[in-house]
């Protein structure tokens, strides 16, 4: 693993790939730089560096060729405007209703795809300029004037971007400082587009996505259901609602909507899914097999149930079965670090130490941060009496979690081991 910053080769500690100083001066410099290129494993930080310096507008291609004559124009427009803001001419809010035209046109959708969260270079770089030039008008103007299609999004491009950067490139307290910022700025601009004349329902369905991720529960429930009264058969709406309800554990009313999706929509195998989580949270495991299996009966490669369906055979002990269910997950997507997690826990429910430490391995070489993957290795290690090998691997997560209570006292029991 490198243990040097990839631009300035500042020795850093263990799993990150960028020392705190570089990525705050490459975020600052341009938070949409994270958009530019795939991350992990990146090692070529300068080239993004210098990517984000020159910029692609809206019409334009790369070698600065007119490929969309109108969206040239309107970007011609905004920036006149900016100029001229002193005198009040020009009406801004009809450019920028043509700006989002355009967008749609460009094939930029208003809603969160979750399949394809990360979005071309051209796309993102198009996006970011729009947003410092939607930013600076606002900023001298004092005013959010745009159309709330516009808004929503630029707050979908900040979704995207935690996303992204979500991944391992950041030191962990970092990382955990840029999503948290780019999470908020998500909520502000869904916000301004459901302060407008907005009956849009995507606004609301893609602040509910949102809330989802950061875990303000009440708060998605609340916005999936602004959305299903705006569009009540909006069935990703639907679908956000009923997974907001189960983490909320307000069962019942996850079960009400999901048996009237199963009516509706029997042959969606995501609502099979979410039938069996549902079951799941209640303890009710016979059942949620059943609907794992129905979800796969629907979509074989529906890797998510299979998962499923071998967490609940683990966390019943049935192991052999667990680890068999799991090498389905791991067939049909080999770099899924969450099945060779779960892997290696029904190995080491069955006593097969090595198998069970290769597997982690695999894991930490895919997400080296981890932190379940460092303590089930020094729960292993620990098995085995190498103690010292185990406190390494306590430490690493301690690392990445600072008060992980539970490998703080393995230390400390490995200690007393030792001595
Ligand atoms: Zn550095």
Redesign the pocket.
Known sequence: MKRE?V??D?EISDIHL??D??ASELCSENIFWIGTSAIIGEPVINRCKEDSKTTLRIGESPDGKVIHKEGKKVLQEILDYYNMIDEGEGDYHEILVRLTQILTELGITLEIDEYNLFLSPQVTKVLSEIFYMVEEVRNKTGEDSGPPELYIVIGNLFYYLSSKADSCIFSPEFRKKIVDELRRESEIYYKKASSKENNNHITFRNMGINYLEIRKLKKAVESFEKALRLDEDDLESRIGAVRAYVELDELESAEKLLNNMLENNPDDPRIWYLKAYELRKGGRWGGAIQFCEQALARDENFVDAILMKGEILLGNEMYREANETFDKGIEKDVENSKAWFLKAKALHGMNKWGGALQCLQKVLSFDPQNESAWVLRGDILNEKELFEEAMEAYEMSIKIVPDLERAKQKIRVCKSRLS
């Open positions: 910053c631009s300035c500042k960028l020392c100083g570089c």
